[in-house]
Nanobody
Framework: QVQLVESGGGLVQSGGSLRLSCAAS????????MGWYRQAPGKRRELVAD???????NYVDSVKGRFTISRDNAKNTVYLQMNNLKPEDTAVYYC???????????????WGQGTQVTVSA
């Protein structure tokens, strides 16, 4: 089994910063892309940012210049540094990883449990 455990969410004022972390554990061979998604009430889940195992990144336009995704392959961890937060960033943030697991032996998408980020005006 592969597990993704997120941390770092919370309540912050507009203009503030938060750093999310997501650590993968369990039995696996390779972690390919890792990413962060978010879902606000009444809205669809959307990709915020993702990063390949080689470090190439991709961001949704609304967070470019404010958020930075990074990863530590030795720790099987992905981070999301969020600066200049806005009320519209309020959502549950989910970690996602494309993993080739040992059991079952196959490549699959895994999700974290989600962490709430609330930005007050």
């Amino acid at each position: 089994q592969v597990q993704l455990v997120e941390s770092g969410g919370g309540l912050v004022q507009s203009g503030g910063s938060l750093r999310l972390s997501c650590a993968a554990s369990g039995r696996f061979f390779v972690i390919y892309d890792m990413g962060w998604y978010r879902q606000a009430p009444g809205k669809r889940r959307e990709l915020v940012a993702d990063i390949t195992s080689g470090g190439s990144t991709n961001y949704v336009d609304s967070v470019k210049g404010r958020f930075t995704i990074s990863r530590d392959n030795a720790k099987n961890t992905v981070y999301l540094q969020m600066n200049n937060l806005k009320p519209e960033d309020t959502a549950v943030y989910y970690c996602n990883a494309d993993v080739y697991a040992e059991v079952p032996r196959r490549r699959n998408d895994y999700w974290g449990q989600g962490t709430q980020v609330t930005v007050s005006a």
